[in-house]
Nanobody, 122 residues
């Protein structure tokens, strides 16, 4: 399985970005997809997750501002980020796992992309 993120960049506070994650390879082995992020000097944290059935989970810090979605026909997961804040600055990673369950930690995800940088200026 290969995951490739795109869509990161530099944006001013209050702006929006849309991240994409394209999956290829043995994609039948992926049920749950997620976006994680890791800011400077911080631990990797869950941003949002989505099951193959469309159930979603969000971190409290992004709930109401970010939306995760997936297009199974295109094997792509998206993260729409609105009302961005400087504290959203991080490398954003796409992740996948075979289980339908969201998982409680990043190490429960088997597949990872290379990451895309998101920088929000104040």
């Amino acid at each position: 399985v290969q995951l490739v993120e795109s869509g990161g960049g530099l944006v001013q506070a209050g702006g929006s970005l849309r991240l994409s994650c394209a999956a290829s390879g043995s994609i039948f082995s992926i049920n749950t997809m997620a976006w994680y992020r890791q800011g400077p000097g911080k631990q990797r944290e869950l941003v949002a997750a989505i099951s193959s059935g469309g159930n979603t989970k969000y971190a409290d810090s992004v709930n109401g501002r970010f939306t995760i979605s997936r297009d199974n026909a295109k094997n792509t997961v998206y993260l729409q980020m609105n009302s961005l804040k400087p504290e959203d600055t991080a490398v954003y990673y796409c992740a996948g796992r075979p289980s339908e369950q969201f998982g409680s930690s990043w190490f429960e995800y088997s597949y990872w992309g290379q990451g895309t940088q998101v920088t929000v200026s104040s």
